[in-house]
């Protein structure tokens, strides 16, 4: 099984550490890089082309969503992207943004990621 290269993007910086944390203490998971804006993501993703981005919702400039559809429509190698936010799940609809998911930030956990991992890399077989 290959590493799957994660980018988390998220304008706290403690909420960037957290999700790192997570991605690093998950078997099969590496974080490549950590961004603070939408913009930042953009040129992240075309620089470190990861596997998965972490995006969080609410972000200065482009928030996550403008970065998700930007992301998404980069092309046939555009990664996963999970959007992130501190939102329920019921008050919040990702569809048509071009994301994989949406996960409540107090519901991410190593579980938690690698089933959305699967159930994201599932459907695009």
């Known amino acids: 099984m290959s590493v799957v290269r994660v980018l988390v993007v998220d304008d706290q910086e403690p909420f960037r550490n957290a999700m790192s944390a997570v991605v690093e203490e998950t078997d099969g998971f590496d974080v490549v890089g950590a961004v603070a804006s939408g913009e930042e993501s953009v040129t992240a993703v075309a620089d470190l082309h990861p596997d998965l981005v972490l995006m969080d919702v609410n972000l200065p400039g482009i928030d996550g969503i403008e970065a998700t559809r930007l992301i998404r429509l980069s092309g046939s190698e555009a990664p996963v992207v999970v959007l992130l936010s501190t ?6 609809d990702h569809l048509g943004s071009g994301a994989a998911a949406y996960v409540p930030k107090g519901s991410f956990g190593p579980d938690r990621l690698v089933q959305e991992w699967d159930a994201a890399t599932a459907s695009e077989t």
């Not at 939102?87 to 919040?92: G, S």
């Open 87 to 92: 939102y329920d799940e019921d008050e919040f």
